[in-house]
């Protein structure tokens, strides 16, 4: 497939000489990876989402967590040694990263952010994350998270 968009997050993969399979569906407000998943023909678990966090300090953070798991915020404000963690507003996790929501890919941000991972997500053959924009994730494997980003593994997943 050669028809696919050219995002910030493209470009920082093919900097880093990163084997990649783009993967393109018909985005729907509020699908979430539920429709991502169903959409592609994959297991949801692997569809990796991409969220922008806070802390009670104002510090953003990004958090990788499987598409059919939610995050404890107490577990990850306890690893973090903060009070609270909480979601960022739409608005501030677009100046962040410089993504939509629903577009938001953990490559090609406009700034670094820390980045953790659920442990677990490494335990997958392939996933499935955001490229950068709605409608648009891209396949590959785990070990390039670690190639590419400065992740913290963590367990906060909820089931």
């Known amino acids: ?16 000489k990163i084997a ?3 993967c393109l569906y018909n985005y729907v407000e509020k699908g979430g990876t539920q429709l ?3 959409e592609l023909g994959v297991d949801e678990h692997a569809v990796v989402k991409t969220l922008v966090m806070e802390t009670d300090q104002n510090q953003a953070l990004v958090i990788l967590m499987h598409g059919d798991c939610s995050v404890s915020t107490k577990n990850l404000a306890r690893h973090l040694g903060v009070k609270s963690v909480r979601p960022c507003e739409p608005a501030i996790a677009q100046k962040h990263t ?4 629903g577009g ?11 980045v953790y991972v659920e442990r677990s ?18 396949e590959i494997e785990p070990a390039v998270l670690t190639r590419v980003l400065s992740i913290e593994p963590v367990d906060v997943a909820i089931r």
């Open 104 to 114: 938001t890919g953990p490559f090609g941000m406009r700034k670094e952010l820390p």
């Open 20 to 22: 990649f399979r783009p």
């Open 98 to 101: 410089g993504y939509v929501v």
């Open 36 to 38: 991502s998943a169903s």
């Open 121 to 138: 997500i490494f335990d997958l053959p392939l996933l499935y994350i955001n490229g950068g924009k709605r409608g648009f994730l891209i």
């Open 1 to 16: 497939m050669s028809d696919y968009p050219i995002t910030n997050g493209v470009r920082v993969l093919r900097a880093h």
